[in-house]
Nanobody, 122 residues
């Protein structure tokens, strides 16, 4: 019903930058929130950046000041701009979207993308 497709992952040197994108498509009625998580090998999935109900943005402490989330509502797309990348940022990055569809009723459901790999290494 809803598909999320991420792009932009790559191998980058420490100190470099990347911009990830995540486009939502399908039977979308409304998108309430879009954000990013990441998962490194052997670790749990962790929040990177996501909007709060109050309208602000919640960033992981480890990325605050280096990463910026943005959204293009017209394109149903969320971006993650990552600067000053560190080896510890190496992970698979997943986007999510909280969506109501044209078929569903009630609360939004969370959909996930397939992930895009970011590797920070010299």
């Amino acid at each position: 019903q809803v598909q999320l497709v991420e792009a932009g992952g790559d191998l980058v040197q420490p100190g470099g930058s990347l911009r990830l994108s995540c486009a939502a498509s399908g039977s979308i009625l409304s998108i309430y929130a879009m954000g990013w998580y990441r998962q490194a090998p052997g670790k749990q999935r962790e929040l990177v950046a996501a909007p709060t109900r109050g309208g602000s943005t919640n960033y992981a402490d480890s990325v605050n000041g280096r990463f910026t989330i943005s959204r293009d509502n017209a394109k149903n797309t969320v971006y993650l701009t990552m600067n000053s990348l560190k080896p510890e940022d190496t992970a698979k990055y997943y986007c999510f979207a909280d969506v109501t569809t044209i078929y569903g009723i009630g609360s939004p459901a969370r959909y996930w993308g397939q992930g895009t790999q970011v590797t920070v290494s010299s």
